[in-house]
């Protein structure tokens, strides 16, 4: 039964947020990021940094935020990754809400305030607020349209549309139950490298009620050189997108438009992948990623909701590559138009 937001919004405004924050060798931008989060409008929070065994100053500024500021703690634990590290916050998080943060990203000062309220005006499940992308070092804000509550269905046409909310975990708030069912919760599959939030989140939200959106960019996201998601060398971890994939097409509601809006857009964002194989010249990676990507290509050139331009773009480069041109221009047609 849907929740009544007028009988709620007292029990609302009180209700306690678990932040869980991974930690790994992000001391030039974690002051920042927890600054962001300590100096949040709306007070209840707890705020649980995991320290994944950085070897940086990153474990030694957690320690001192948590002098700092009560509401903090501090876990410190054996690098196994963001996945492992995440559900270790999950293991001993108490909030009636749940919330996730990337420690080298930053946070509107209102962000906690104005997606509770969202919740209690809606009676939702889950709120969801547009972000700040640097793509290019200038910054661009994305998922600003306004759009109604929606369910599980609704959802995914607003996470997977270009612009839209993102299939990421940041600048989103779960009610714990949406987390949390009948003494377990939703854990992050620590297999997957990459990928693994987009499958967690459509874990947790597929049995909402109701996921409202809140069309203000409040989360500002930190794309960082050098970053696994931005290396040019295909990585054994980006490989591991495609197991997420198929994970997250598994979790996609039989609907035929919402199947074909996401088939198309894996096919989108997993297209840098076969450029990464073919420039870096392993052809092993490029037949699986070939084999992958070819049964969804149809769905990627009937959505409206890829640009033209991108199209024009991706069609050049597999022209490119199907013609074996040299590795150099395939790489400059990718940066450069």
């Known amino acids: 039964m849907k929740t009544n937001p007028v009988s709620t919004a007292q029990k609302l405004s009180d209700l306690l947020i678990s932040v869980i924050v991974p930690v790994y060798n992000v001391a030039p931008y974690l002051d920042e990021c927890l600054e962001s989060i300590c100096s949040q409008t709306y007070k209840n929070l707890e705020v649980i940094l995991i320290d994944d065994g950085s070897t940086d100053e990153s474990g030694k500024i957690c320690d001192h935020w948590r002098e700092k500021d009560?509401?903090?703690?501090?876990?410190?634990?054996?690098?196994?990754?963001?996945?492992?590290?995440?559900?270790?916050?999950?293991?001993?998080?108490?909030g009636d809400l749940i919330s996730f943060v990337d420690s080298d990203d930053w946070l509107d000062?209102?962000?906690?305030?104005?997606?509770?309220?969202?919740?209690?005006?809606?009676?939702?499940?889950?709120?969801?607020c547009g972000f700040v992308d640097y793509p290019h070092g200038a910054p661009v804000e994305k998922g600003l349209f306004p759009a109604p509550p929606s369910d599980f269905t609704g959802t995914v046409y607003q996470m997977m549309r270009r612009n839209g909310y993102f299939a990421?975990?940041?600048?989103?708030?779960?009610?714990?139950?949406?987390?949390?069912?009948?003494?377990?919760?939703?854990?992050?599959?620590?297999?997957?490298?990459?990928?693994?939030?987009?499958?967690?989140?459509?874990?947790?939200?597929?049995?909402?009620?109701?996921?409202?959106?809140?069309?203000?960019?409040?989360?500002?996201?930190?794309?960082r050189e050098g970053s696994v998601t931005r290396s040019e060398t295909l990585t054994a971890k980006q490989m591991?997108?495609?197991?997420?994939?198929?994970?997250?097409?598994?979790?996609?509601?039989?609907?035929?438009?919402?199947?074909?809006?996401?088939?198309?857009?894996?096919?989108?964002?997993?297209?840098?992948?076969?450029?990464q194989a073919y420039c870096a010249g392993q052809q092993e990676e490029l037949h699986?990623?070939?084999?992958?990507?070819?049964?969804?290509?149809?769905?990627?050139?009937?959505?409206?909701?890829?640009?033209?331009?991108?199209?024009?773009?991706?069609?050049?480069l597999e022209l490119e590559m199907l013609l074996n041109m040299p590795a150099g221009l395939v790489r400059w047609t990718n940066r450069t138009h």
Request: net charge positive; proline share 3%; aromatic share 10%.
């Open 70 to 94: 009560p509401r903090i703690r501090v876990i410190h634990q054996q690098n196994a990754g963001v996945s492992c590290a995440r559900n270790t916050g999950l293991d001993v998080c108490i």
């Open 288 to 316: 699986t990623i070939k084999q992958a990507l070819h049964p969804m290509r149809r769905d990627w050139l009937r959505s409206s909701d890829i640009l033209f331009l991108r199209k024009l773009k991706v069609l050049v």
């Open 168 to 223: 990421s975990l940041w600048a989103k708030l779960f009610r714990r139950s949406l987390v949390f069912r009948s003494g377990n919760y939703v854990r992050f599959d620590t297999s997957l490298s990459l990928g693994e939030d987009e499958v967690w989140l459509l874990e947790a939200l597929r049995n909402c009620q109701s996921v409202a959106f809140l069309p203000e960019a409040l989360y500002f996201w930190r794309p």
């Open 240 to 275: 591991s997108t495609f197991k997420a994939k198929e994970q997250s097409l598994q979790l996609i509601p039989n609907d035929s438009a919402a199947q074909t809006l996401v088939r198309g857009r894996i096919y989108n964002d997993c297209f840098i992948l076969k450029v």
């Open 109 to 128: 000062l209102r962000m906690f305030e104005k997606l509770v309220r969202c919740l209690r005006e809606n009676g939702a499940d889950a709120a969801m």
